[in-house]
C-alpha cells in the first residue's frame, strides 16, 4: 500500500468468465448505496479483487475546528476503501454475501490537510477461495486494512476493520 503501486482499475486482457458482477460494477453500486458517503463526498475511485481506492475530497464540509480534515470524515473514507475491498474480494459471492462492521480500530499519525486518498487491502489472500465452498447460512469474519494519506503522499492515518460476513439461510 504504498504511493508506486499500479492502478487497481488496470482492464482486464479479456472477458472476466468467472460469476458474480465486474469490479466496475461493484464500484458503481458501493458509491451508490451509501448515503453519508455521498453527502461527504467520499468516491472509490479503484477497486480489485481484496484492494481498493477512495477518495475525500478538500471540501470545507469535512473540516474540524482546527482546519484540518475531521477524524470522522478520515474513518468514513477508510471505511469506503475497506468496505469495497472486501467486496471485490468476495465478488463472485457478492450478492449473496451481506456483511457489516463489526469492530474498528483507527490511529491517527498526524493532522491531514487537502484531499486524502485511503488504500485498503483484504490480507486474507485466501478469502476468495474460502467464500466460494461456504454453504447457506455460514456466518465468517474478515479483517481489512486501510492506509490513509493527504495530498502529498504522506501517510495520515491508518485504520483496521472487522466485518461480520453472513450469507443467508435456505
Do not use: W
Not at 493527504?150 to 443467508?168: I, K, N, Q, S
Amino acid at each position: 500500500m504504498c504511493r508506486s503501486e499500479p492502478a487497481l482499475n488496470s482492464p482486464s486482457p479479456g472477458p472476466d468468465p468467472s460469476p458474480g458482477p465486474t469490479l466496475e460494477e461493484i464500484r458503481t453500486v458501493v458509491n451508490d448505496l451509501v448515503p453519508f458517503q455521498k453527502f461527504a463526498g467520499v468516491e472509490v475511485t479503484e477497486i480489485a479483487a481484496g484492494r481498493a481506492v477512495a477518495t475525500l475530497p478538500d471540501s470545507g464540509d469535512t473540516l474540524n475546528h482546527v482546519g484540518t480534515r475531521h477524524a470522522a470524515a478520515l474513518f468514513l473514507v477508510a471505511e469506503a476503501a475497506s468496505g469495497a475491498a472486501l467486496a471485490g474480494a468476495l465478488r463472485e459471492r457478492i450478492a449473496e454475501i451481506s456483511f457489516v462492521l463489526r469492530a474498528s480500530e483507527i490511529s491517527y499519525r498526524r493532522k491531514a490537510r487537502g484531499e486524502i486518498r485511503a488504500v485498503a487491502a483484504v490480507p486474507d489472500a485466501d478469502l476468495p477461495a474460502r467464500a466460494a465452498q461456504l454453504a447457506p447460512g455460514e456466518r465468517f469474519e474478515v479483517t481489512t486494512t486501510s492506509l490513509l494519506h493527504d495530498a502529498e503522499g504522506e501517510p495520515v492515518a491508518e485504520a483496521a476493520f472487522t466485518y461480520h460476513c453472513r450469507l443467508p439461510a435456505p
